[in-house]
Each structure stands twice: as structure tokens, then as C-alpha cells.
């Protein structure tokens, strides 16, 4: 029996999400079921794609990726050029609305697509009906050649990318905050090994007072309240503050820059 991951932007205050477990379950009370997460900002498909492009290969290969996140906030009936899929990739299946996350979360890897049958104009229940079906489908061993008709396309979105200018400087983003108000950037520690050279560094953030010029290990080389950077497990520049908020203190927002200079 696979593993079936939900993420979706439905919350846990109301009972659209317990509702469709529940209903799973009721198709296949053998079907195994783990939570990703489920505060996914609305609509948001960059935060959606960074969570699921994180943690979708620590999975057993052969495991399914509901992605319950829509690519915009439109009611009632559906865009009639939607489409809904099932995406072969990397040994993992995903499945939820083509709205460009698809393309956010696997990149250039190499994909199988299929176009699932929903009807044009479907409503939101019948929608929510074929996911339910088709997920129970493929946990009871359905091939997945068998659940849509083969297409070659996704809708593409992109993530933003560090750059390197010509006096060696890096100017990346802030891609991602954490629960904790952790910046999580662009910058991975391959193109910061690459750029330095073994020179000297200095992050630059947005209040003066915070620029830093050493990498720490973790959080608590650093008294608390005091900042630090590392490279977290995923391998990106995060920016942190030991026991508190560095998001808020710094009052970095998504997609505001961090810059680092070498000498």
C-alpha cells in the first residue's frame, strides 16, 4: 500500500480537511496517510512548491503527493482550461491542479503527465469527488496510464535565482520564513563556496546593526537575541535569531534581497 502526502492551503481550523481524509478512509481504511502541511498561505503555489520540493524526496519512492492548493482564488465554476493531473517523476507521484506548482517542484527532471478526465466547467464537489477517486485508485494499485490521457506539457512557473555580479557580489532572496521567522534564501552553500574563494564576506540585511560576516553552525552558537546565518539542512543561506523572531526584527518580507559581498 503507498503513502499518500497531503499539503494543502485548507487550514485546520475548519473540517474541509478532515472531511476528505475521512472520506479516503472510507474507500480504503488500509490507505496510509501523512500530513505535509496544511498552512499553505492561500493560493500561494511558490510557498506550497518550496515545502513539497524540500521533503517529497525523503519519501519511499512510489509514494503520492496530493497537492490540494489551487493556482487562484476564483468560486463557483471552474476555469474551463484547468487541468487536473497525475505526474510521474523522480519515482514520485503528484497530483493536484496544473497551476505552474508542478513545474516549481520538479524543475528540468524527467516527467510522465496525464491529464485526469474531469469535465470542463466541473464545480468544486465534482472536483474534489475525481481527486478522491483517483487517489483511492492508485493506492488500490491502479496504474497511473490507467487514471488520465498522456499529455506532454505542464503550465511553467519559475523561482527567482541567485545572481553573481561582476565584482563577485551575490544577490539573492528571501524565498521562503519559516514558523520560527527564519529567512530561508535562495543562496545555497555550493554557489557561496563557488563566489568566496576563501575571500572574507559580509551579509548585508536590512538593518545595518545585523550585517554579518561569520557562518555559524546553528542556532545557538549565537547568545539569544542575537542573529545568525548558516546553511540549513537543504543547503540554503537561512538567517536566524537565537529564541526569536528574525523575519520580524529585520522586518524582511518575501522576496526582499540579501546581498553578499566578498573582499
Known amino acids: 500500500m503507498p503513502i499518500i502526502t497531503l499539503t494543502t492551503d485548507w487550514g485546520l481550523r475548519d473540517h474541509y480537511l478532515a472531511a476528505f481524509k475521512g472520506e479516503l478512509i472510507s474507500r480504503n481504511p488500509a490507505i496510509q496517510l501523512v500530513d ?3 498552512d499553505i498561505q492561500p493560493f500561494d503555489i511558490l510557498q506550497a512548491s518550496f515545502v513539497i520540493k524540500n521533503c517529497f524526496n525523503k519519501f519511499p519512492p512510489g509514494t503520492l503527493h496530493f497537492i490540494g492548493i489551487s493556482g487562484s482564488g476564483k468560486q463557483g465554476q471552474l476555469d474551463e482550461k484547468r487541468n487536473y493531473l497525475m505526474v510521474k517523476s523522480n519515482d514520485h507521484f ?3 491542479e496544473d497551476s505552474g506548482l508542478f513545474s516549481l517542484v520538479l ?4 516527467k510522465e503527465i496525464y491529464k485526469l478526465p474531469v469535465p470542463a466547467k466541473a464545480s468544486l464537489a465534482e472536483v474534489y469527488d475525481h481527486f478522491l477517486s483517483t487517489i483511492s485508485s492508485f493506492a488500490e494499485g491502479r496504474a497511473v496510464s490507467e487514471l488520465g490521457e498522456k499529455m506532454d506539457e505542464l503550465v511553467q512557473s519559475f523561482h527567482t535565482f541567485p545572481t553573481v555580479d561582476h565584482s563577485g557580489s551575490i544577490r539573492g532572496s528571501a524565498v521562503y520564513i519559516d514558523s520560527f521567522g527564519n529567512i530561508i534564501s535562495n543562496i545555497t552553500r555550493e554557489l557561496f563556496d563557488t563566489t568566496r574563494k576563501g575571500r572574507s564576506f559580509m551579509i548585508y540585511l536590512r538593518k545595518a ?3 554579518m560576516d561569520v557562518i555559524s553552525n546553528n542556532y545557538f552558537d549565537v547568545e539569544p537575541g542575537e542573529m545568525a546565518a548558516l546553511f540549513n539542512h537543504d543547503g540554503y ?11 520580524s526584527m529585520l522586518r524582511i518580507k518575501l522576496m526582499d534581497t540579501i546581498r553578499i559581498e566578498f573582499t
Open 36 to 38: 505535509i502541511s496544511h
Open 94 to 96: 503528484f497530483t493536484g
Open 107 to 110: 524543475g528540468e527532471s524527467e
Open 209 to 211: 546593526e545585523y550585517d
Open 237 to 247: 543561506l537561512e538567517i536566524a535569531m537565537n529564541q526569536d523572531n528574525a523575519a
